[in-house]
T-cell receptor, first 117, second 109 residues
Framework: EAGVTQFPSHSVIEKGQTVTLRCDPI?????LYWYRRVMGKEIKFLLH????????ESGMPNNRFLAERTGGTYSTLKVQPAELEDSGVYFC???????????????FGEGSWLTVV | AQRVTQPEKLLSVFKGAPVELKCNYS??????LFWYVQYSRQRLQLLLR??SRESIKGFTADLNKGETSFHLKKPFAQEEDSAMYYC???????????FGGGTRLMVKP
């Protein structure tokens, strides 16, 4: 079974440009999450989709970030315009079920490394 | 607010020595705690969760609500245990995880 896949694995863009990161969750996983780790900081939650609906987007840093999951399959995270502080690793994860104590496992992708210069 | 603290950024031990990676948390409700591990050039993966009360790869972790801790322990470290370890807490309706800063474990031969 394929795991969570992310594209691109690495991206270098100039400040002010736009970047779109893509995540393909594990087939059949309704829950999709985006996290990121910027330099020297903890891995932080960005948002959570249940199918195509945004369940929780409390972690999105500002309106330069736009996440979509049309059709409830793959998801994209667009950063427009990118700023220097957006540099870091963006992780996507998926799970079958959500909810605490559900015995559910969250599977992570390898991450997309973004460098804004 | 929920918070996870891993006080050690780096922990270096010799092969065969006991290892303990510390994790403390703050959360007002009943937390669900996890340890995730990231080996070199691999993705982040779940190592264990407190509700399972299991031992994975010789690692165990006990939730201590009095001390608000979830330390990860292994009696005899192996070189292949060298990796980045993250403690995480789940709170709220969804599966949102709050991560600690991570501890890099280096097991020397």
């Amino acid at each position: 079974e394929a795991g969570v896949t992310q594209f691109p694995s690495h991206s270098v863009i100039e400040k002010g440009q736009t970047v779109t990161l893509r995540c393909d969750p594990i087939s059949g996983h309704d829950n999709l999450y985006w996290y990121r780790r910027v330099m020297g900081k903890e891995i932080k939650f960005l948002l959570h989709f249940v199918k195509e609906s945004k369940q929780d987007e409390s972690g999105m840093p500002n309106n330069r970030f736009l996440a979509e999951r049309t059709g409830g399959t793959y998801s994209t995270l667009k950063v427009q315009p990118a700023e220097l502080e957006d540099s870091g690793v963006y992780f996507c994860a998926s799970s079958q079920r959500s909810g605490r104590f559900s015995g559910n496992t969250i599977y992570f992708g390898e991450g997309s490394w973004l460098t804004v210069v | 607010a929920q918070r996870v603290t891993q006080p050690e950024k780096l922990l270096s031990v010799f092969k065969g020595a006991p290892v303990e990676l510390k994790c403390n948390y703050s959360y007002s409700g009943s937390p669900e705690l996890f340890w995730y591990v990231q080996y070199s050039r691999q993705r982040l993966q779940l190592l264990l969760r407190h509700i399972s009360r299991e031992s994975i790869k010789g690692f165990t972790a006990d939730l201590n609500k009095g001390e608000t801790s979830f330390h990860l322990k292994k009696p005899f470290a192996q070189e292949e245990d060298s990796a980045m370890y993250y403690c995480a807490l789940s709170g709220g309706a969804g599966n949102m995880l709050t991560f600690g800063g991570g501890t890099r474990l280096m097991v020397k031969p």
